[in-house]
């Protein structure tokens, strides 16, 4: 069975710095690997996703993650927080049969003006 | 209007209630799902159905049925709600074709508070 976790909780970061949220996976086969960012009172949307091919994956906000299949990690970066970035960030992985995904428990990230 | 909708969007109510939560979609998906949300926790699956006819467990399925009515129509329901099934549940949709495979299209959720 594929399970994700998130060592941070909780994130503060400045507005302007640098980000880096981090994810690891466990998964038998080649992971379907996804973040979705949660604004307060919202649904999730998905910020960018891998299902296979270039291992530095962009996605939506200037949102950026890398896969290292050996060190089973998809972490998301950012070069330059701003403040409407603050929000919950899960990430998730898929089976390859796109039967169903698998979150983690989330990411909460705060910005300093 | 919203691609996926839930109703209602927030609940209370009194343990022993039955309560269902509806969920609706105009994506023309197929595979539909429910999660519910928990601090902490993330989201976690509670049932997930391809068709009409093939409806699945997911991590969580104890206290919970589900409902496929149509392709566009997926209720969950808590037969006899109890105060730990407080949270906030999302329906979700994808297409497993296509470019877009894989992602799940979320509606806004529905917070439910069992007393």
């Known amino acids: 069975a594929q399970s994700v976790t998130q060592p941070d909780i909780h994130i503060t970061v400045s507005e302007g710095a640098s980000l880096e949220l981090r994810c690891n996976y466990s998964y038998g086969a080649t992971p379907y690997l996804f973040w979705y960012v949660q604004s307060p009172g919202q649904g999730l949307q998905l910020l960018l996703k891998?299902?296979?091919?270039?291992?530095l994956v962009q996605g939506i906000k200037g949102f950026e993650a890398e896969f290292k299949r050996s060190q089973s990690s998809f972490n998301l970066r950012k070069p330059s927080v701003h403040w409407s970035d603050a929000a919950e960030y899960f990430c998730a992985v898929g089976t390859t049969s796109y039967d169903k995904v698998i979150f983690g428990p989330g990411t909460s990230l705060s910005v300093i003006p | 209007d919203a691609d996926v909708t839930q109703t209602p969007r927030n609940r209370i109510t009194k343990t022993g209630k039955r309560i269902m939560l509806e969920c609706s979609q105009t994506k023309g998906h197929d595979r539909m799902y429910w999660y519910r949300q928990d601090p902490g926790l993330g989201l976690r699956l509670i049932y997930y159905s391809f068709d009409v006819k093939d409806i699945n467990k997911g991590e969580i399925s104890d206290g919970y049925s589900v409902s496929r009515q149509a392709q566009a129509k997926f209720s969950l329901s808590l037969e006899s709600a109890i105060p730990n099934q407080t949270a906030l549940y999302f329906c979700?949709?994808?297409?497993?074709?296509?470019?877009?495979?894989?992602?799940?299209?979320f509606g806004e959720g529905s917070r439910l508070t069992v007393l």
């Open positions: 979700a949709t994808s297409d497993p074709s296509g470019r877009g495979a894989g992602e799940l299209f």
């Open positions: 891998y299902f296979s091919g270039d291992t």
